[in-house]
């Protein structure tokens, strides 16, 4: 069964920065893909960034040159490290991983960046 458990998130000054872990029950090289994902209080959910099998990466534009996401196979473990964090990043982070057609998701992070 998989399973996905986020943490690292909390409350941040603008300008600071955290960085969210995603731990997988299983090993990542049976994922399609997997990213980082958030949802702010009456906005839709949207993709913020994910990483292929083989190492390829995309980043929303709006957190191009603040995120980054990354991985260690053998600790099972997606990371977001986020810097330079804005009032506009403010939102419930998710984790999600993609095998073939099947998506699974975590059960989200608060990030709360204060202006």
């Known amino acids: 069964q998989v399973q996905l458990v986020e943490s690292g998130g909390g409350l941040v000054q603008a300008g600071g920065s955290l960085r969210l872990s995603c731990a997988v029950s299983?090993?990542?090289?049976?994922?399609?893909?997997m990213g980082w994902y958030r949802q702010a209080p009456g906005k839709q959910r949207e993709l913020v960034t994910a990483?292929?099998?083989?190492?390829?990466?995309n980043y929303a534009d709006s957190v191009k040159g603040r995120f980054t996401i990354s991985r260690d196979n053998a600790k099972k473990t997606v990371y977001l490290q986020m810097n330079s964090l804005k009032p506009e990043d403010t939102a419930v982070y998710y984790c999600?991983?993609?095998?073939?057609?099947?998506?699974?998701w975590g059960q989200g992070t608060q990030v709360t960046v204060s202006s």
């Open positions: 990483i292929t099998r083989e190492g390829t990466t």
């Open positions: 999600g991983v993609r095998q073939w057609t099947i998506d699974y």
């Open positions: 299983v090993t990542l090289l049976g994922f399609n893909s």
